[in-house]
């Protein structure tokens, strides 16, 4: 039987992320994020609910996730949801899902971290016509 594993999500990071190194090396960013959800009960007045959800990055997206975003800042995440059950210090059984992170878009404006690193990274150039017909916006017949 075929399964579907694939979560998208739209929030501000709870707080700052947090990075370390598995013992190949591999960069790993670790944050947290918060989903709000306002909606009106039966009898007219406002609820509003919000969602805490543990997000794990991996790699070179690690690295500039970490680089770019800190605590309050929006983001687009795309992943994985990964049941994660351990033993805590007491010897209680403990568990939580956690979004292991495939792709992400940064969102919101251009503040920055307290260090002064941009928190979008530069745009990339744009791309060079390459002179074929058509290429040349100016010849769009509407």
Same mark, same amino acid.
């Given at each position: 039987?075929?399964?579907?594993?694939?979560?998208?999500?739209?929030?501000?990071?709870?707080?700052?992320?947090?990075?370390?190194?598995?013992?190949?090396?591999?960069? #790993?960013?670790?944050?947290?994020?918060?989903?709000?959800?306002?909606?009106?009960? =039966?009898?007219? &007045? !406002? *609820?509003?609910? %919000?969602?805490? #959800?543990?997000?794990?990055?991996?790699?070179?997206?690690?690295?500039?996730?970490? =680089?770019?975003? &800190? !605590? *309050?800042?929006? %983001?687009?995440?795309?992943?994985?949801?990964?049941?994660?059950?351990?033993?805590?210090?007491?010897?209680?059984?403990? &568990? !939580?899902?956690?979004?292991?992170?495939?792709?992400?878009?940064?969102?919101?404006?251009?503040?920055?971290?307290?260090?002064?690193?941009?928190?979008?990274?530069?745009?990339?150039?744009?791309?060079?016509?390459?002179?074929?017909?058509?290429?040349?916006?100016?010849?769009?017949?509407?």
């Amino acid at each position: 039987m075929a399964s579907y594993n694939k979560i998208i999500l739209m929030g501000n990071l709870t707080r700052d992320p947090q990075m370390s190194y598995l013992p190949s090396q591999t960069p #790993v960013c670790e944050f947290g994020m918060a989903m709000n959800r306002k909606f009106s009960k =039966q009898d007219g &007045s !406002k *609820g509003e609910e %919000v969602c805490f #959800v543990d997000c794990r990055v991996f790699g070179k997206s690690a690295e500039t996730f970490n =680089q770019y975003m &800190s !605590k *309050g800042r929006q %983001v687009l995440i795309e992943g994985r949801l990964q049941f994660d059950s351990w033993q805590d210090k007491d010897g209680n059984k403990r &568990s !939580k899902h956690r979004v292991f992170v495939e792709n992400f878009q940064f969102l919101g404006g251009n503040d920055r971290k307290p260090s002064g690193a941009p928190q979008t990274p530069p745009a990339s150039p744009e791309p060079v016509a390459d002179g074929l017909p058509g290429d040349d916006p100016e010849d769009i017949p509407f």
